[in-house]
């Protein structure tokens, strides 16, 4: 997830695990020579601030962890692989769309992890032929049918019905 956005990315791409790299800066963007890598785990719900400081905090120990090979001289990157690397530009508006005809735990987890960023988030409601902007996703259930696309709950939370499952929402 090369770019300014790798967070959101790994929580929009649905994927299970997350990591840091330490590199040598070159002229590109996040393309340097990797010197430390590891993975962590992506917790389904986490919430993208959440994950952020967790790779932080990973980063930082990897760095920590390549200083006395830098020191010594003894430091040995290896470059990056172009052809595996991911992009992680900044969001579009369409990014921030949960489309119903997706499975409703990964729009529970993509709307739960990237609420607290603020962003444009909504349903792409295709059975309303709208779209509806939400602010966060409250619970879900990942394989319930239910008969309605939009259910008002009132005090402002939604339920919408995704393929399969639902998810609450808070408008």
Known sequence: NRGPEPVFWTLRRGEREAGATVHR????????????????????????????????????????????ALAAGTLRPRPQADAEATAAPRPDPADWLLPTTLPAGWAWAFARGV??????????????????????????????????PVVDEGGGVVRVRFNPGWVRFRV
């Open 115 to 148: 609420a607290p960023l603020g962003g444009p988030l909504a349903v792409a409601a295709g059975a309303l032929d709208r779209t509806l902007p939400v602010r966060d996703a409250l619970d879900h259930d990942p394989l319930a049918r239910p008969a309605e």
């Open 25 to 68: 800066m070159d002229a590109g963007l996040d393309t340097g020579p990797i010197v430390a890598q590891a993975a962590l785990p992506v917790p389904p719900g986490v919430r993208a601030p959440d994950l952020e400081t967790d790779l932080m905090a990973l980063g930082g120990r990897l760095l920590v962890a390549a200083l006395p």
